[in-house]
C-alpha cells in the first residue's frame, strides 16, 4: 500500500502507567474511535499494531497495544505515527466533506483566481489547525502557516483542487518591537 493511500489517524504522545498502555493523540472524530479502524501501521506500512482503548486522561485516549507489556516498551512507541488504509474510511459523499489529508498539493488561490501558493502539510498545535503554504517560487523553506478557519479558507474544492484564501492586507507585515521593555 502506497503512502498516499494510508491517512494518518494519531500519534502516540507517552506511556501511561506501568503495564505497558500508551497515550495517542487522535485525529478522529471522536477521539475513542482510534481503535475502531482495525491494525494501524507506522509511517513506514511495515509494523501494525493492534490497539484497545481503555480509558481517556486528559481528553487523549489511552490504548493498550498487542505485544506491548511494560513501560519502557510503551515509551519506545513515543512519537510513532499510526496511519490506516483510505480504504477502512469511510467514503466522503458531500461537497464540502473531506479528510485532512485530502488537502495536501492543494493550490491555495485568492479569490480573484491568482496563485498564492501549494498546501505542504496541515499542523494541530492545538489552538486550531494550520495550513503549511509554499508560495509559488518559493522554497519549502519559505513556506507560510496560514489559520485554517473559515475566515481566511471560506472555500475548499478538492475537485478544482484548490482553496480559496483570504489574508488580510496585514498578513505579512511584521510588528515593530517596542522602543524599551518598559512599553510591553
Known sequence: MSASDRLLLGIIVGAKGIKGEVKVKSFTQNPEDIAAYGPLTDASGAIAYQLKVVGLSKGLPVVRIKGISDRDG?????????????DMLPETTEDDEYYHADLIGLQAVFRDGTTFGTILRLHDFGAGDMLEIVPDGKSEKAAVLVPFTAEVVPEVNIAKGQVVVELGDDFFDTPEPPQNLADV
Open 74 to 86: 510503551a515509551e519506545a512507541l513515543k512519537g510513532t505515527e499510526l496511519y490506516v488504509g483510505r
